[in-house]
């Protein structure tokens, strides 16, 4: 069998190639050299690159929750880049309610791999319930 991408695909991939050298590779070096991690509209970006039918109501809902994780103190892994597209992936695909993502978080384990930052987010969850 041989497979080939289909146009769409390839369109994918020349915008996200594209968005890639003009707007991650500039900032990459020095974002390294500092180890900052890409603020939530260059995030909103990444995202938008991968997910570009995405709604703006899912979007922001998607990026609250995983910046939130992110700031959680004694997380060993924060989520990454990778982590917040599969999750979103996830949502998408599952149909999953996503009206009460402050709420609820489901597909956790797409964000946080580890199971003691997942103990982590369940004690910081049920304190804000």
Not at 89 to 96: E, I, M, N
Not at 118 to 123: I, K, Q, W, Y
Request: net charge positive; glycine share 4%.
């Amino acid at each position: 069998m041989h497979f080939e991408p289909s146009e769409e695909q390839r369109l994918i991939e020349k915008v996200a190639r594209e968005f890639a050298q003009q707007v991650l590779r500039p900032l990459a070096a020095e974002r390294d050299q500092k180890s900052q991690f890409p603020e939530r509209e260059l995030m909103q970006s990444i995202v938008r690159v991968h997910f570009p039918d995405l709604t703006d109501r899912l979007l922001d809902d998607c990026l609250v929750a995983f910046y939130s994780l992110r700031e959680l103190p004694g997380l060993r892994k924060r989520p990454s880049t990778s982590e917040l597209l599969d999750w979103i992936a996830a949502l998408r695909r599952s149909g999953v309610d996503t009206a009460r993502l402050g709420l609820r978080l489901p597909f956790l384990g797409t964000l946080v791999k580890n199971e003691r930052d997942l103990e982590v987010v369940a004690a910081a969850v049920g304190r804000r319930r």
